[in-house]
């Protein structure tokens, strides 16, 4: 199995900015998609940024310019930079894993438990 553990939420005022972790362990496959997705109150869940093993990276149009998504494959961890950070961009940021299992190869697809971001004055 795989494990996602975040880290880097909080309270920033708005132009502000914040920085999100994500450390995976487990039986981490070598191809693999991370990202982030938030779920504001009220919201669905939606996509913020994603990466694959190989660095390309795909975002949200709401967070393009102000938002970088890296990885360190080495650390199997996952971050998202957050600048200019606005009130609409207050959720409960999840990090997601999608690969395979290496023991049979079946999809496998994981779950952070969730950091809150908070944009306020």
């Known amino acids: 199995q795989v494990q996602l553990v975040e880290s880097g939420g909080g309270l920033v005022q708005p132009g502000g900015s914040l920085r999100l972790s994500c450390a995976a362990s487990g039986s981490i496959f070598s191809a693999n998609v991370m990202g982030w997705y938030r779920q504001a109150p009220g919201k669905q869940r939606e996509l913020v940024a994603t990466i694959t093993s190989g660095g390309i990276t795909n975002y949200a149009d709401s967070v393009k310019g102000r938002f970088t998504i890296s990885r360190d494959n080495a650390k199997n961890t996952v971050y998202l930079q957050m600048n200019i950070l606005k009130s609409e961009d207050t959720a409960v940021y999840y990090c997601?894993?999608?690969?395979?299992?290496?023991?049979?190869?079946?999809?496998?697809?994981?779950w952070g438990q969730g950091t809150l971001v908070t944009v306020s004055s």
């Open positions: 997601n894993y999608k690969g395979r299992r290496p023991i049979d190869l079946k999809y496998l697809e994981v």
